[in-house]
C-alpha cells in the first residue's frame, strides 16, 4: 500500500474521532484493483485506532470517470455490534432522514455506528406514503409482508444470513373454517384482506366497503408483537362496517375489502380466530430482515437479472464469512460522481471480497451514516426522507448467543 501525505478534510470532525478512539488520516491511499480492474483512489479515509472498535472506512475516489465509493466494514464476530433495521419514527405510514432514524437508535444500552438506507418505499407522492415494499422485521417483530418478486436480506434463528426472495403464506382460519390470505401493513386493495397492528400509526387507513374486525388476546396465548412463522389465536372484540379502524396497543384489526367480506356474514363479537404467519423459506426466529433488490451477488457471482443500464446513486450491503459491507455509490454529480450501473456494483462488490449482497434503495435515497453523520454526498443536496434502513449498533451488553 503506498501512501502520500495530503492535508485532506476528515468526514468525521476530530474531536468526535477522539473520543471514539478512532485515528483520522491525513492522506490519499491507493487501493490496487484485481486484475483488469480500474485504481480507486480512497481519500479521506478513516480507520481504528488499533482495530479495536471493530469498524473501517474508506472513501474510494477515481477522478477520470469520475466516482466516489463509501464502503464501511464491521466484523461480523463482535458480540458488541448487533445487525438491526430501523423504520421511520416508528411507524410504517411515515418517512424521515436517516439519521434522525439512528438518533431514535440510541438507548442506555446501545448506540447507533454505522448505517445505510433501507428498501424502497411509498413515497409523499403515494396513497399509504412511508409503506416498506417488501419484508422487514425489527428486533423480531414482523414490520411489513415480504413481496413475491422482490429479494430480502434476513437473519435465521441462529444469526446466519441469507439474500432471496420470501413467500408469505399468511392466512386466517374464521369460526367455521372459512380462510382468508391476508398481507401485514399493507393498504387495503379490491378484493384483499390485511392484518394491520400497532405499528402501521394511528388507524388503518381504509376506504371503500368492507369489513374490519377488531381482535384481542385469547386468555393467555402469545399475542403481541407479531413475529414471522408464528401462529395466534384472537377474540373477536368488535366487527365494524365503517372503514378506518382506530388501533390501539392492545388490539389488531383484521380488514377485508367488498365481495371478500361475504365470508364473515356468520362471524360474531366473542368468537375466536387464528392468524398464522408462515414463510418460504422457513423464517422462524427471524430477528432482522429488510427488503430491496436484486440480489447483487450470491457466493461471489453476479446472478442472472435483467437491469436497466443506467447510472445512478446506490446502495448496497453484504457480507463475507469476516465483515458486513455497508456500501454507497454517489452519483448524479457530475464534478464528483456519476454512479454506477448494477451489474459494475456487482463487480465492484466481487473486489472488495463481499459473498453475498443485495441492492437497497439508490437514487435521492441513497445514504450513508457513520459515526454520528453522514459520510456521502446525497445527490439532491440534503437527506432524503426515508421509509427504514439497516444500522449497526454498539451494545455496552453484549448479545446473547442464540440457543
Not at 455497508?326 to 459494475?344: A, C, H, T, Y
Not at 463481499?354 to 439532491?380: F, H, M, R
Request: some cysteine.
Amino acid at each position: 500500500m503506498q501512501v502520500t501525505p495530503k492535508p485532506t478534510r476528515s468526514p468525521v470532525p476530530g474531536w468526535l474521532a477522539r473520543s471514539l478512539g478512532l485515528a483520522l488520516i491525513g492522506a490519499e491511499v491507493l487501493w490496487g484493483a484485481g486484475e483488469g480492474g480500474s485504481l480507486l483512489r480512497a481519500e479521506d479515509g478513516v480507520r481504528t485506532a488499533g482495530g479495536t472498535s471493530g469498524i473501517s472506512y474508506r472513501n474510494e475516489k477515481n477522478a477520470e470517470k469520475p466516482l466516489s465509493v463509501h464502503i464501511v466494514k464491521v466484523e461480523r464476530n463482535r458480540p458488541d455490534l448487533v445487525l438491526t433495521t430501523t423504520l421511520a419514527k416508528g411507524t410504517v405510514l411515515d418517512l424521515s432522514p436517516l439519521s434522525e432514524q439512528m438518533k431514535g437508535q440510541a438507548t442506555s444500552n446501545a448506540r447507533p455506528v454505522v448505517g445505510i438506507n433501507g428498501d424502497f418505499y411509498r413515497t409523499e407522492q403515494e396513497p399509504f406514503a412511508g409503506d416498506p415494499l417488501g419484508f422487514q422485521v425489527m428486533e423480531g417483530e414482523l414490520i411489513s409482508s415480504p413481496h413475491a418478486n422482490h429479494p430480502s436480506f434476513w437473519t435465521d434463528a441462529k444469526g446466519a444470513p441469507h439474500v432471496g426472495v420470501v413467500t408469505n403464506r399468511f392466512q386466517a382460519t374464521l369460526p367455521g373454517g372459512v380462510v382468508i390470505p391476508f398481507e401485514i401493513n399493507e393498504e387495503r386493495l379490491r378484493g384483499t384482506a390485511r392484518v394491520y397492528t400497532p405499528r402501521l400509526g394511528a388507524s388503518t387507513r381504509s376506504s371503500g366497503e368492507g369489513k374490519e374486525l377488531v381482535l384481542e388476546r385469547d386468555g393467555t396465548g402469545e399475542w403481541l408483537p407479531i413475529k414471522p412463522c408464528h401462529t395466534y389465536t384472537a377474540r373477536i372484540r368488535e366487527i365494524r362496517t365503517e372503514p378506518n379502524t382506530k388501533l390501539t396497543p392492545d388490539t389488531l384489526v383484521l380488514s377485508v375489502e367488498g365481495a371478500l367480506a361475504a365470508g364473515l356474514e356468520k362471524v360474531h363479537p366473542g368468537e375466536t380466530l387464528t392468524l398464522a404467519f408462515p414463510t418460504e423459506p422457513q423464517t422462524l426466529g427471524c430477528e432482522t430482515a429488510i427488503g430491496g433488490g436484486p440480489t447483487l451477488l450470491r457466493n461471489g457471482q453476479t446472478p442472472d437479472y435483467k437491469a436497466r443500464d443506467e447510472r445512478h446513486p446506490r446502495s448496497a450491503f453484504g457480507w463475507n464469512d469476516t465483515h458486513w459491507f455497508f456500501v454507497e455509490v454517489d452519483g448524479r454529480q457530475s464534478n464528483l460522481s456519476i454512479g454506477m450501473k448494477l451489474p459494475e456494483l456487482s463487480e465492484y462488490l466481487a473486489k472488495l471480497g463481499v459473498k453475498e449482497a443485495i441492492n437497497l434503495d439508490g437514487g435521492g435515497s441513497a445514504t450513508l451514516w457513520l459515526y454520528g453523520q453522514v459520510v456521502n454526498s446525497p445527490c439532491y443536496g440534503y437527506e432524503r426522507n426515508t421509509a427504514n434502513g439497516l444500522v449497526i449498533l454498539r451494545k455496552e451488553t453484549p448479545r446473547r448467543e442464540p440457543d
